[in-house]
């Protein structure tokens, strides 16, 4: 189900009615149940399927019910496959064909998932992938976590949150409560084929403050540990604060501090990684992330190389407080740099494309608050009715913890 709609499906003669994708899979089992299906399973183990548009959803289904992973999705040169086959049988190898580029998606949806899964009857995810996003000499611990939800009926959108249930119980010997993680990834997952979600996770640690003893987080320290093939008990998705719009022409303003990045690597990912046919973004996205020192820019190399390939359309502005410093003299941080770009920002806030995202750690709001006021008032507009407008319009975004 993951974002092939059975609406998409009846209209078979819109967008992308008719035309064919090439799944590529693997680990198919060979069980009864797929005896009669025509799924022929090659000896190298990966299978590439044709499927006309329509079918998409129902294809992906029976490919979880039999195990199967799907490992691409192309687009299938049409003329190429019109004397081939269709859905079950096997396409021309893909020296005959000449894929475009990778693609999934095909129309977003207008209705928003949420509590797929409950924190009673949570989803098992497997954890395929846990790396340091911290390089040398940063501050802290911080992990992208990429878990393996095949199989299961798990969706969601840029932008939304999942829970996660730590094992164990707390200190009265109760099951520990789910906490909250935004999601890092696509909808499509880090692997395009809409079978993982991503997290973003700082490590909590503290010294307690009477005993001084070193504390952990519950939930982060366990996710921060996790090794691959780990099972993780994962409800939601939740959120719709945070969700993008699907005009391709948005400008979108972004503010993060730390693992409040998560939403936008989704966003930017979306935006200039992927490619969709329903959605080629061609508007303005301005990410000002706030970090204590360089190693703490969080998917640094891949927020560049965004940058240096679409430098008009994707603007990377750091706040790095313990490094940089203001024109007085003061350490750097998010609301400084917001300060400083203000009129440029104002006057892209009066153009009703441009949605602008708070997310990170609770209290960043106040100062970029402060410095909006300011500019608001050499334009005689008070700046708190001004953003409960925004807020009105669905264009004033924050999500802090
Ligand atoms: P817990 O074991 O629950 O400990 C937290 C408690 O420790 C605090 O309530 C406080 O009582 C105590 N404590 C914390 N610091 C100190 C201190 N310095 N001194 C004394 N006591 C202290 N986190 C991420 O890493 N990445 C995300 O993408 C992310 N997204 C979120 C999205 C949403 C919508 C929300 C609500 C939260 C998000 N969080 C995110 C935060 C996350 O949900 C957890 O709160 C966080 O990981 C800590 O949980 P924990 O179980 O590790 O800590």
Same mark, same amino acid.
């Given at each position: 189900?993951?974002?092939?709609?059975?609406?998409?499906?009846?209209?078979?003669?819109?967008?992308?009615?008719?035309?064919?994708?090439?799944?590529?899979?693997?680990?198919?089992?060979?069980?009864?149940?797929?005896?009669?299906?025509?799924?022929?399973?090659?000896?190298?183990?990966?299978?590439?399927?044709?499927?006309?548009?329509?079918?998409?959803?129902?294809?992906?289904?029976? %490919?979880?019910?039999? &195990?199967?992973?799907?490992?691409?999705?192309?687009?299938?040169? #049409?003329?190429?496959?019109? /004397? *081939? !086959?269709?859905?079950?049988?096997?396409?021309?190898?893909?020296?005959?064909?000449?894929?475009?580029?990778?693609?999934?998606?095909?129309?977003?949806?207008?209705?928003?998932?949420?509590?797929?899964?409950?924190?009673?009857?949570?989803?098992?995810?497997?954890?395929?992938?846990?790396?340091?996003?911290?390089?040398?000499?940063?501050?802290?611990?911080?992990?992208?976590?990429?878990?393996?939800?095949?199989?299961?009926?798990?969706?969601?959108?840029?932008?939304?949150?999942?829970? %996660?249930?730590?094992? &164990?119980?707390?200190?009265?010997?109760?099951?520990?409560?789910? #906490?909250?993680?935004?999601? /890092? *990834? !696509?909808?499509?997952?880090?692997?395009?084929?809409?079978?993982?979600?991503?997290?973003?996770?700082?490590?909590?640690?503290?010294?307690?403050?009477?005993?001084?003893?070193?504390?952990?987080?519950?939930?982060?320290?366990?996710?921060?540990?996790?090794?691959?093939?780990?099972?993780?008990?994962?409800?939601?998705?939740?959120?719709?604060?945070?969700?993008?719009?699907?005009?391709?022409?948005?400008?979108?303003?972004?503010?993060?501090?730390?693992?409040?990045?998560?939403?936008?690597?989704?966003?930017?990912?979306?935006?200039?990684?992927?490619?969709?046919?329903?959605?080629?973004?061609?508007?303005? /996205?301005?990410?000002?992330?706030?970090?204590?020192?360089?190693?703490?820019?969080?998917?640094?190399?891949?927020?560049?190389?965004?940058?240096?390939?679409?430098?008009?359309?994707?603007?990377?502005?750091?706040?790095?407080?313990?490094?940089?410093?203001?024109?007085?003299?003061?350490?750097?941080?998010?609301?400084?740099?917001?300060?400083?770009?203000?009129?440029?920002?104002?006057?892209?806030?009066?153009?009703?494309?441009?949605?602008?995202?708070?997310?990170?750690?609770?209290?960043?709001?106040?100062?970029?608050?402060?410095?909006?006021?300011?500019?608001?008032?050499?334009?005689?507009?008070?700046?708190?009715?001004?953003?409960?407008?925004?807020?009105?319009?669905?264009?004033?975004?924050?999500?802090?913890?």
């Amino acid at each position: 189900t993951y974002g092939f709609s059975s609406a998409s499906a009846v209209n078979s003669k819109t967008a992308f009615g008719d035309r064919l994708f090439v799944f590529e899979v693997v680990g198919l089992r060979q069980t009864p149940n797929n005896q009669q299906s025509a799924v022929p399973i090659r000896r190298s183990g990966t299978v590439r399927l044709t499927v006309p548009y329509g079918r998409m959803n129902e294809e992906m289904q029976r %490919i979880a019910r039999l &195990g199967g992973k799907i490992v691409s999705i192309e687009r299938f040169d #049409r003329e190429r496959v019109e /004397a *081939s !086959t269709v859905a079950g049988a096997p396409a021309p190898s893909s020296k005959d064909s000449k894929p475009s580029k990778p693609m999934t998606q095909a129309k977003a949806k207008t209705d928003i998932p949420v509590n797929i899964y409950r924190p009673k009857t949570p989803l098992i995810g497997k954890c395929v992938e846990n790396r340091e996003l911290v390089g040398e000499g940063g501050i802290g611990r911080v992990r992208h976590l990429t878990f393996d939800v095949s199989g299961s009926d798990l969706r969601y959108l840029e932008g939304q949150s999942i829970g %996660i249930i730590p094992p &164990g119980s707390d200190d009265k010997g109760k099951s520990h409560k789910l #906490r909250l993680y935004s999601i /890092a *990834s !696509t909808r499509h997952g880090d692997r395009l084929d809409d079978q993982t979600v991503s997290l973003c996770v700082r490590e909590l640690v503290y010294q307690h403050p009477e005993t001084g003893e070193t504390v952990y987080g519950v939930c982060s320290r366990f996710l921060c540990e996790l090794n691959d093939g780990d099972d993780v008990q994962i409800t939601g998705p939740v959120g719709k604060e945070m969700l993008l719009p699907e005009d391709p022409e948005a400008k979108i303003i972004m503010m993060a501090t730390g693992t409040g990045i998560a939403p936008f690597r989704a966003y930017l990912r979306r935006m200039f990684v992927e490619q969709h046919d329903d959605y080629k973004f061609n508007g303005f /996205a301005w990410l000002v992330f706030g970090i204590p020192k360089t190693p703490n820019i969080l998917y640094q190399d891949k927020l560049e190389a965004m940058q240096s390939e679409y430098p008009d359309h994707f603007r990377l502005t750091y706040a790095i407080s313990r490094e940089q410093q203001t024109a007085d003299g003061q350490k750097m941080y998010i609301q400084n740099r917001v300060a400083e770009h203000v009129e440029e920002m104002w006057n892209l806030l009066q153009d009703e494309k441009t949605h602008t995202y708070i997310c990170g750690l609770k209290g960043m709001e106040d100062g970029i608050d402060e410095a909006f006021a300011g500019e608001a008032q050499k334009h005689g507009v008070e700046w708190s009715a001004f953003r409960k407008q925004l807020k009105s319009q669905d264009r004033w975004h924050v999500e802090t913890y």
